[in-house]
C-alpha cells in the first residue's frame, strides 16, 4: 500500500460517511437564494453592448431600449438558452442551444467566423448538425489543417451530467469528422464558466471568453505566465504549451496530439542555437531544449554546457531564428521595477533553500527524499517569480518539475497522473513497441 | 488505481466562495458537497464521535454563511473553513469536558465514561487512525488527505513549525501504511 493509497482509503471513507445535513443548513441561511445560471437574454443584449459598432452610439441605445421592450414585453416567447457550445480555432463562434439541443442563437466572435459561417443560418438546426457544417466550413477554408490540427471546445450546460455528456459526445464528433478528412485533430476541451473574469479580459483583449477562461486557468495554474502574453498565442499554440508544461488544470482535457508542423522539431532547434553560438557539436558536453513561450511567440529555449562556457539561447520555434525579448519598459522610468534582473540579487533573499524545496516537494508527492537520485536545481526568474527547475530520478522513473522557490508551489510536473500531457512509462514503451513494429527498416528489429 | 480519487477535485476555489458570498444556494450546495466530507473528517479526528462531528459540520457550514463576507480569499478556502471548524470541535470538546465535571460532582458515577474509542460505531479507519495517532497527527494527514492542503498551511492552521508537520506528516502516513496492510485494507 502506497502512501496516496493510504490518504486515498481516508478521502473516501470520511466522504462516504459524511452527514447530509444541506437541506437543514439551509433552512437556517435565509438570505441563501437560487439564482439562475445563465440570462441568456440579458447575455444577448450585453454582446450587443459590447460591440464597437454599437457602443457610445445613439443607435445602440435605440435598440438596446428595443430589445429590453421585446423582452419585457414578450415573457414567456424567448427560448430559453439551456445549453452552450463555443468553437474556437481561430474563427470563433458560439452555439447557443434550448432544452432539445437545437441551436436558438449562433453567435460570431470575430471576423473569422463570419467567414466559415457565411451565409449558414443554423438556427432551428440540430446542435450536432451545426457542429458538422461549422468544422466542415473551418477545413474547408483552411483554418484546421495537419499544421493547425486544434480545436478548443467549451461547453456550459445547466446539468452538469448533460454538461459532461456534451463534452464526450462533442468530442468524439469534431475528432471523427477531423480524421474523415484526414486530419489527425487535437481537441481540447473545457467546461465554460462564464466568469466575470473572463468576460472583462476577453473585452480587454479582444478574444473569446473561451479562451479567455482557458488563460485565466492556465495562469491560475502558473502565475509566472501572463495573461497578455497567452491572449497572443493561437490555440495550436496553446495547445503545444499544455502539452510541454504537463500542467494540472481543472477541467481542462484534450484528445489527440497538437500539431508541430508548423514549429521546427527540438533537433532543429538545438542545431539552430549550435549556428548561432558558432559552436561544434562535439564539443558539447551536455543540454537541454524546452518549448515555452516568451511574449506571446512560441520559443524554444536552449542551454549548452561546454567543457569551457554555459549558454543559454532562446530561439524562435516557428523559423528558427534567435528571439530577441521586447522591452516594453521605459529604462529611464525609476517607477518601473526590474523584476527579471538576475543580477539583482534582491529577489533571492526570500528564496527556499534547496534542501528546503526538495523536502516541500518530496513530502506533496509522497517520495522518500532518501530514494531520489541524479537530483538537479536551476534557480531562475519569470515575470518576478523565483522558481526552481528541479530535475531527479526515483525509482527508474524520471522527473522534471517547475516549483516556486519562495513557497514550494509545484508549478509543472511531468510525472502528474492528472497532468494534461502525462503518459506513463508502460504507455511510452508501448508506444515505442509500436514503433518499432510498424518500422520494418528499424535496425534494432534486425 | 480504482477509484475517482483526483487531488484536483479537493479544492474549493474562490471563485466558488465569492459565489457563495452573493447568497447563491447552488454555490453553498457546491461547497458544501466538496468540503463537508473534509469538515467531518477533521471533526471526527478531534472528537471520535459521529453525533458531535454531525453537530460540528452543521455548525460549521452556518458559520460559513455568517461570516463569508470576512473571507478574503488568497485561495485559501479550506484553511478558513478547517479554521472554523476546529473552533466548533474545541467548543464541543470543552462542553463535554465541562459535563463529565458536572456528572462526577453531582452523580458520582458517571457509569462508563465516554471515550473517544468507545463512540466508534465501528468505524474502522476513524479507529485506526484515533489508535495509531495522536490528535496533532490526525488532524494533519486528515487536513492533507481531505483537502490536499499545502503542509505551510497546514503548519499556519495548527501553529506549528512546518518542519514539525512535515516529519509528523511523513511518521503518521508510514505508521497508517503499516496497520492499514495489517488490518488487510485493499487499495
Redesign the interface.
Known sequence: ???K???????????E???D??Q???E??P?????P?KQPVWKRIKDVIATRRFAYSFASLAIVVLLALIVVGLPGNQPVTYSVIAIDVNPSVVLELDEDDVVINVLRNNADADVIIGDMDLVGVDANIAVNALIGSMVANGFINEITNSVLLSIQSSDATRQQQMIDEYTETISTLLSGSAINGSVMTQAL?F?E?AEELAEQLDISEAKAELILRITNIDPRMLVADLAKLSINDLNLLLEAKNY?I?NVRHVGAASNLGILTADAAYQAALNALELDALDVLAYEVELEQEDGVMIYEIEIETATDEFEILITAKDGTIFEETEDDDPADPDDDPVDDPDDDDWMNDVLSETAII??VA??L?LEVSLITELEFDLELENGIPFYAIAFVYQDQEYELEVNAE???IFSNSVDE?GYNYQDEEEEDEEEEEEDTEDPEDPDDL | MSSDYRRKDLHVSDKLMRRVARYDAQAFEELYNQSSGAVFGLAMSILGHRQDAEDVVQNTYISIYEKIQDYEGEGKAMAWIFTIARNHAYMILRDRQKRQHVDLDDVHDIGVETTVAEDLHKEQLVELLLEHLNEDERQIVVMHAMSNMKHKDIAKTLDMPLSTVLSKYRRSLKKLQTVMEVNDYET
Open positions: 500500500m502506497k502512501r493509497d493510504v490518504e486515498r482509503k481516508i478521502y473516501e471513507e470520511f466522504n460517511r459524511k452527514p445535513l444541506f437543514s443548513i439551509l437556517q441561511c438570505k441563501m437564494t437560487e439564482q445560471v464558466d466568469s473574469d494540472n481543472d523536502n516541500l513530502a506533496e509522497g513557497t514550494g508551489y492528472e
